[in-house]
T-cell receptor
Framework: DQQVKQNSPSLSVQEGRISILNCDYT??????FLWYKKYPAEGPTFLIS?????DKNEDGRFTVFLNKSAKHLSLHIVPSQPGDSAVYFC?????????FGAGTTVTVRA | KAGVTQTPRYLIKTRGQQVTLSCSPI?????VSWYQQTPGQGLQFLFE???????NKGNFPGRFSGRQFSNSRSEMNVSTLELGDSALYLC?????????????FGPGTRLTVL
C-alpha cells in the first residue's frame, strides 16, 4: 500500500524558472515530511523538511509547503539551476521509518 | 564530520548465495535504518536499529536480517539470494530513534544477483 505518492514521474523546466514538485499522502499519522534529492549511483541527499505543526519551511532556493487538510505537500525550487537535475523523493514519517514516494525526475533545460 | 559509509559499494553474487552488507553511521548517530531501492518499487523500508535493538521491520521475508553493534555500526544479511534481490541497498542514520528526525543516507551498495 503506497502511503506516499508522487504522481508526476518527470518534470522538465527551463533554467531560471520555478520547479514545483507535488506529493500526496494517505496516512494521517505522518508528522514529519522530508524531501531528498538523488543522483544516479548515489544515496539520497537530504534537502529540506517540515513538521506537521508548520505549513511552510524555507531554505534558500527551496521551500516546502504542507497542506494537512488535503494531505498534500509540495517543493518549490526557485530559480531552477542545471545542477538541480536529479530525482526528487518525498518522504514521510510517523515514528521509526520513512515512507517514500516513487520519485520525480527533474530535468532543468538551459 | 564524515558521512554515512557503506561497504562494499558493488557486489555480484549468484542465486542461493548469501551476502553481508556493512554500514557505519555518522559519528554520534545511534539509529540506523536500511532501505532497498529498485526501479519498480522505489525505496522500501527494511528495518531500523537503535542501541543494538531492532525497533521496526518492513514487509520483507525472513531471508533479510540485520544487526547493530555497540559502536552503532550495522550489518545487513540476505540469505539464499534470489534474482529479485538485485537492488541498491541504502543505509541511513539519525541521531534519535522514533519521533521526527532527519535520516542521512550513505551512497548505497549495488547488489547484482546472477
Amino acid at each position: 500500500d503506497q502511503q506516499v505518492k508522487q504522481n508526476s514521474p518527470s518534470l522538465s523546466v527551463q533554467e531560471g524558472r520555478i520547479s514545483i514538485l507535488n506529493c500526496d499522502y494517505t496516512n494521517s499519522m505522518f508528522d514529519y515530511f522530508l524531501w531528498y534529492k538523488k543522483y544516479p549511483a548515489e544515496g539520497p541527499t537530504f534537502l529540506i523538511s517540515i513538521s506537521s505543526i508548520k505549513d511552510k519551511n524555507e531554505d534558500g532556493r527551496f521551500t516546502v509547503f504542507l497542506n494537512k487538510s488535503a494531505k498534500h505537500l509540495s517543493l518549490h525550487i526557485v530559480p531552477s539551476q542545471p545542477g538541480d537535475s536529479a530525482v526528487y523523493f518525498c518522504a514521510a514519517s510517523a515514528g521509526y521509518k520513512l515512507s517514500f514516494g516513487a520519485g520525480t525526475t527533474v530535468t532543468v533545460r538551459a | 564530520k564524515a558521512g554515512v559509509t557503506q561497504t562494499p559499494r558493488y557486489l555480484i553474487k549468484t542465486r542461493g548465495q548469501q551476502v553481508t552488507l556493512s554500514c557505519s553511521p555518522i559519528s554520534g548517530h545511534r539509529s540506523v535504518s536500511w532501505y532497498q531501492q529498485t526501479p519498480g518499487q522505489g525505496l522500501q523500508f527494511l528495518f531500523e536499529y537503535f542501541s543494538e535493538t531492532q525497533r521496526n521491520k518492513g514487509n520483507f521475508p525472513g531471508r533479510f536480517s540485520g544487526r547493530q553493534f555497540s559502536n552503532s555500526r550495522s550489518e545487513m544479511n540476505v540469505s539464499t539470494l534470489e534474482l529479485g534481490d538485485s537492488a541498491l541497498y541504502l543505509c541511513a542514520s539519525s541521531v534519535l530513534a522514533g519521533g521526527p528526525d532527519t535520516q542521512y543516507f550513505g551512497p548505497g551498495t549495488r547488489l547484482t544477483v546472477l
